[in-house]
């Protein structure tokens, strides 16, 4: 019989198997989609600015008695301008398909509507069924539907709509020219710009429909970032994601002469999902520190964005939720003159708040849908981009 190994090991191991035998499938992210998407700069502007949501996405679930499907965005909704599929291909109609009333952030699925509707029994799988195991936290026997590729893009539906202003209530970012001065002092007088990405699994791209392979096409954030800049700025930046799925902190760490060998003038370092498996706070932060310290010794004029992570699906037992806002106030504390803090944790966390998880997860688990690479990379470029600069609707 083999000896017990620690709860901790444990926990980081089951974490392991469900991400790295996913390394091979995320070689397709180094490669182009096989169609273009097509570039719209209002996607990207940040969705807590103006009066317009662009292309938010939902699932619609039937739980109540009468069968109806519903879904709720993040904002009470003024005007529906569109209702698609999350392939962008279908436009479908106000009262044949969905109904909603002004002020309420809720739309409603009528009998006969030609949207994708699930139920709860939809997003769970028995045990022991597919690729991953994925306990759900209510203790059912039933597992979290695991989506490998674009199984969630295709349940979800896409919904762009005007709101009234200034609704969101969570922290966003601020640009601060000072915050990341040669970056942007550099986007300003259109010279190139090298940026390095160094992530997990998010960050190599998983289950953004260019990833995908499917339409629209869209690429995840790091190229997201990478394109939106150049449009802005007119100046050629150039992108190197050494990102892999399954990795921590501490593979991150490991990774810096990789980083330093790309003479980035800018590092977007990515991690916390995986750590949130069983790593503590003081040992994250240790890692985040040490890769600093190492980076401004050996590149001293590469500047820094850190990542607070997506949470992950709270119904996951896997993770430590609690972790998600640790991490985030750990990379806080390292925010200075040429780092700056990119917080996914608290826009996510609102998310949650406001819809279900189901919403915006590309896997059901731990990854973004399209909506949420877009999300990622506005809260990335607005560090780097005058919220008075960013796209009009």
């Known amino acids: ?55 938010e996405s939902v699932l619609f679930l039937k739980e109540s008695p009468t069968g109806e499907a519903r879904a709720s965005v993040l904002f009470p909704i003024r005007r529906l301008l ?74 979800q539906t896409s919904l762009t709509y005007e709101h009234d202003a200034g609704l969101w209530d969570a922290p966003t970012p601020k640009f601060d020219p000072a915050a990341l001065p040669r970056t942007v002092g550099k986007l300003k007088a259109g010279e190139p710009l090298r940026v390095v990405v160094l992530g997990d699994s998010i960050s190599t791209g998983c289950n953004a429909s260019g990833w995908g392979g499917g339409a629209p096409f869209q690429p995840a954030y790091p190229e997201l970032v990478q394109r939106h800049l150049q449009e802005r700025y007119r100046t050629d930046v150039a992108l190197t994601n050494l990102s892999v799925g399954g990795m921590d902190a501490a593979w991150g760490l490991s990774k810096v002469d990789e980083v330093v060998e790309a003479r980035p003038d800018l590092v977007i370092f990515a991690f916390g999902m995986n750590d949130a498996a069983g790593r503590s706070v003081r040992d994250y932060e240790a890692n985040v520190a040490a890769f600093l310290d190492r980076i401004k010794a050996a590149r001293p004029e590469a500047e820094t964005i850190l990542v607070a992570t997506m949470v992950g699906n709270p119904d996951w037992v896997l993770l430590r939720q609690e972790a998600f806002p640790e991490f985030r106030d750990a990379l806080a504390r390292h925010v200075g003159p040429g780092v700056a803090l990119a917080d996914l944790t608290s826009i996510w966390s609102r998310f949650e708040q406001l819809k279900r998880d189901c919403d915006q997860t590309g896997n059901g688990v731990n990854h973004p ?21 960013q796209p009009r609707p």
Do not use: C
């Not at 180094?30 to 097509?38: N, T």
């Open 369 to 389: 849908n399209d909506f949420g690479h877009r999300v990622y990379a506005q809260v990335i470029s607005a560090l780097l981009i005058p919220p008075d600069e």
């Open 82 to 155: 569109a209702v698609r599929n999350s392939a962008g291909d279908v436009l479908y109609e106000e009262g044949r398909d969905y109904t909603w009333k002004p002020g309420s952030r809720e739309v409603v699925l009528p009998a006969g509507s030609r949207i994708v509707a699930s139920t709860p029994a939809d997003l769970r799988r028995p045990p022991a069924s597919q690729k991953y195991q994925l306990k759900h936290r209510d203790g059912g026997a039933d597992e979290i539907r695991f989506g490998e590729a674009l199984e969630y893009h295709g349940l």
């Open 1 to 55: 019989m083999r000896p017990e190994r620690p709860a901790s090991s444990l926990i980081r191991s089951a974490l392991l198997a469900l991400v790295a035998p996913m390394a091979a499938d995320l070689a397709r992210a180094d490669e182009p989609p096989s169609k273009e998407w097509a570039y719209e700069p209002a996607l990207l502007r940040p969705f807590w600015l103006g009066e317009v949501t662009e292309g």
